[in-house]
């Protein structure tokens, strides 16, 4: 069956601090690859998303992420994370249809 | 900007009540779904639907039913809630298979407290 891993329950980091956060799905098919952030008491929003071309994608607020088809693969990084980044990411995976697989979530906190 | 209204932002109920959640999306989009949120679980897929009247199981349907009369409408029905069912319930929705495929966009949530 499909699924999706985030390695990392929790992280905390102080401000600065590169982030890298882990995703890998199950599937070797085409995929469609995104990431959502969920900011303490605010509804899901999307940050980036991948569909075709440039395996490195560029999203909102300094985020991108690889997509690395060998290692079923696509972490999302930052070079230098803000106390406003504070928050709770998920890496979603389209396998087939409409139906997305979310991953377990990893719960980013940032030291000020 | 599209707009995903959930009807109630906080419910408590009772063991053994019928449960309406309602979820209302205002950019005609075809695919609506619907999530449980819990902490160390992260989102795991009840239903969706992909056109008026057609629905899908997800992940962890038992215990809810889904019902889409109209494009921008999609309720999950709790047929005798149970406290396992206490969560957070969040509604989604996207346009429909087309290329490339479209992000999906959520609603505020559902905090459902069953006692």
């Known amino acids: 069956a499909q699924s999706v891993s985030q390695h990392n329950h929790h992280v905390i980091l102080s401000e600065a601090a590169s982030l890298e956060l882990g995703c890998n799905y199950s599937?070797?098919?085409?995929?469609?690859l995104f990431w959502y952030v969920q900011y303490p008491g605010q509804h899901l929003q999307l940050l980036l998303k991948?569909?075709?071309?440039?395996?490195l994608v560029k999203g909102i607020k300094g985020f991108e992420a690889e997509f690395i088809k060998s290692k079923f693969s696509f972490n999302l990084r930052k070079p230098s994370v803000q106390w406003s980044d504070t928050a709770e990411y998920f890496c979603?995976?389209?396998?087939?249809?409409?139906?997305?697989?979310f991953g377990k979530g990893t719960r980013l906190h940032i030291l000020p | 900007d599209v707009k995903v209204t959930q009807s109630s932002r906080y419910l408590v109920k009772r063991t053994g009540e019928k449960v309406f959640l309602e979820c209302v999306q205002d950019?005609?989009?075809?695919?609506m779904f619907w999530y449980r949120q819990d902490p160390g679980l992260g989102l795991r897929l009840i239903y969706f639907?992909?056109?008026?009247?057609?629905?899908e199981k997800g992940d962890i349907p038992e215990g809810y039913s889904v019902s889409r009369e109209k494009k921008e409408r999609f309720s999950l029905i709790l047929e005798s809630a149970s406290t396992n069912q206490t969560s957070m319930y969040l509604c989604?929705?996207?346009?429909?298979?087309?290329?490339?495929?479209?992000?999906?966009?959520f609603g505020d949530g559902t905090r459902l407290s069953i006692l």
């Open positions: 989604a929705s996207s346009l429909g298979q087309v290329a490339p495929i479209r992000p999906q966009h």
């Open positions: 599937y070797g098919g085409t995929v469609n």
């Open positions: 991948y569909f075709s071309g440039d395996p």
């Open positions: 979603a995976v389209r396998f087939w249809g409409d139906k997305i697989i």
């Open positions: 950019m005609d989009h075809e695919n």
């Open positions: 639907s992909y056109d008026v009247k057609m629905k």
